[in-house]
């Protein structure tokens, strides 16, 4: 645990789901952090001791193994290895999520990779991640045949049933018609009365035949007319087209559906994914380059770039949907109680709760078969949940109260882990001031007021100190520069005379920007 890594470079890249796998140490099954009344880890929590390593060092959970002598026991009362607590600081976990989700770094912002490589906008692609559009990931050609053909058989069906109806509704008018003539012949009335009334009689039973007909064609019109519509609907879509929930299920009504595979959420976007062949890809983007111009040759061109960069990184396009989601070891994300016994926890433990909890009333849901909407919309929050955790800013909050710190927020800016901790760190005996001018120093000079002077030299001052028998040791000597005598300050004058200081003035954008200067 002690042996430093010799190494001389650093690369971020994808991690698949067998290395998340590897780095973790147990799997978080629970929400829950500590115990209220014990202020132990719970089992299988967060901040569990079997997956994390053990609270105080050389101790186990139940006690059971003390002392330095049992290093590297796995108790088997407890299950927590004795080793030291400081493991807790290494020692990741990992959630199985019921679900896949789509990692958000991949699929939103500008340009979204994952929408680059697939070719697909990302608006389409946000519509379908969060439940709102199908994606046709494949289409069956012969079975799109079929169904063209099924639906021309259709339309030819309904328009014999309309004109058998029709002849069927016309034979009836006559036949109620010749009833009426018969009725009016043995009625008794005049000959010329009885002529005109048949007359009469025979006039509507023609204009109500004809009312029949123009119904019947417009009716037929309008079958055409759908029928026409979902064909042109089934020849226009195109693997990866986007579908909504409306046109689906008009497909579905007439069993148009039937040649089309679709898919919802990071499943459908997963199922894509496994068809890609990058290499195939590369070859027809190069040919696609040489053969265009205009937007369609900058659009080839960024596509080809993204593809090209994962071949060099070796990173499957899979890997951009995460179905093991890795969980930071307890000590990056502590809980510290407070004087008043409250507890202060990182946003980090409230982010991974929320995905625990969503993630196993999913699991729930799947068990009991519920039905798919109730699914489709768990998993939905199950990845907004996961987005929040790894990138809260990229996730549309309609909630007012204050946004919880992401993982990606621990990286990002000023105050984040490369700017802070890793580029730029802050040494002893330095110092930070505003500057201002002073017509009196030389060129080669720099002014520090004294009190800032005796902290950034307190090393040699110390060593003067004890040299000239002031105080016989490191502690005394201390306490005599708190006393600021005045052989201190004569000490400090001679030694600036012969140490010069590094100035730098922010931002340090080339060489001149750190110069030195006598104090």
């Not at 014990?38 to 060092?57: A, C, S, V, Y």
């Amino acid at each position: 645990m002690n042996e430093l890594i010799d190494f001389e470079a650093l690369r971020l890249t994808l991690a698949s789901t067998e290395d998340i796998k590897g780095w973790s140490f147990g799997e978080v099954t629970k929400p829950e952090t500590i115990n209220y009344r014990t202020l132990k880890p719970e089992k299988d929590g967060l901040f569990d001791e079997r997956i994390f390593g053990p609270t105080k060092d050389w101790e186990c959970y139940c006690g059971k193994y003390k002392r330095i002598r049992y290093r590297g026991i796995i108790c088997d009362k407890c299950g927590v290895e004795v080793t030291h607590s400081r493991v807790r600081r290494e020692r990741m976990g990992h959630i199985s999520l019921a679900a896949p989700v789509v990692h958000n770094w991949f699929f939103k912002g500008s340009p979204s990779k994952l929408g680059l490589l697939l070719d697909i906008s990302p608006r389409s692609l946000d519509a379908v991640v969060y439940f709102a559009s199908y994606l046709v990931i494949d289409i069956d050609q012969e079975k799109k045949k079929e169904v063209l053909k099924q639906l021309e058989d259709e339309v030819e069906k309904k328009r014999k049933e309309q004109q058998q109806g029709l002849k069927q509704r016309l034979d009836e008018e006559e036949k109620e018609a010749k009833k009426e003539v018969t009725a009016i012949k043995t009625g008794g009335k005049g000959k010329e009365q009885a002529e005109l009334k048949i007359e009469e009689t025979q006039l509507s039973m023609r204009q109500r035949q004809a009312k029949l007909r123009e119904e019947n064609a417009q009716e037929i019109s309008r079958l055409e007319e759908i029928y026409k519509n979902i064909a042109d609907m089934v020849n226009s879509i195109k693997q990866f087209d986007l579908l909504s929930e409306e046109e689906y299920l008009k497909l579905s009504d007439y069993d148009a559906e039937e040649f089309l595979n679709v898919g919802m959420g990071a499943e459908a976007v997963y199922s894509v994914l496994e068809k890609v062949d990058l290499a195939k890809l590369s070859v027809s983007l190069r040919s696609e380059i040489t053969k265009t111009s205009g937007q369609r040759h900058i659009k080839a061109t960024k596509r080809l770039r993204v593809v090209e960069s994962m071949r060099k990184a070796s990173v499957d396009p899979k890997w951009m949907i995460i179905k093991v989601l890795p969980v930071l070891p307890p000590d990056l994300r502590p809980m510290v109680q407070l004087s008043g016994g409250r507890f202060a926890t990182s946003d980090l433990n409230d982010l991974y709760r929320r995905v625990i909890n969503r993630n196993n009333r999913l699991k729930k849901l799947i068990e009991l078969g519920a039905p798919e909407i109730i699914l489709r919309n768990e998993k939905r929050m199950l990845q907004e949940a996961v987005d929040a955790l790894i990138d809260s800013q990229r996730v549309k909050s309609t909630r007012s109260q204050q946004e919880l710190r992401s993982l990606s927020d621990m990286l990002r800016g000023k105050q984040g882990r490369f700017r802070q901790n890793l580029l730029g760190k802050r040494v002893d005996y330095s110092g930070r001031s505003v500057i201002v001018v002073g017509p009196e120093l030389g060129l080669e000079q720099a002014g520090i007021p004294k009190e800032m002077a005796l902290e950034m030299f307190k090393p040699f001052v110390l060593r003067e100190v004890i040299t000239r028998g002031y105080a016989p040791n490191v502690k005394s000597a201390k306490h005599y520069l708190e006393r600021r005598s005045g052989e201190v300050w004569d000490i400090l004058e001679e030694i600036t005379k012969n140490h010069p200081i590094l100035l730098n003035r922010a931002p340090t954008l080339h060489r001149l920007g750190i110069q030195a200067f006598y104090p």
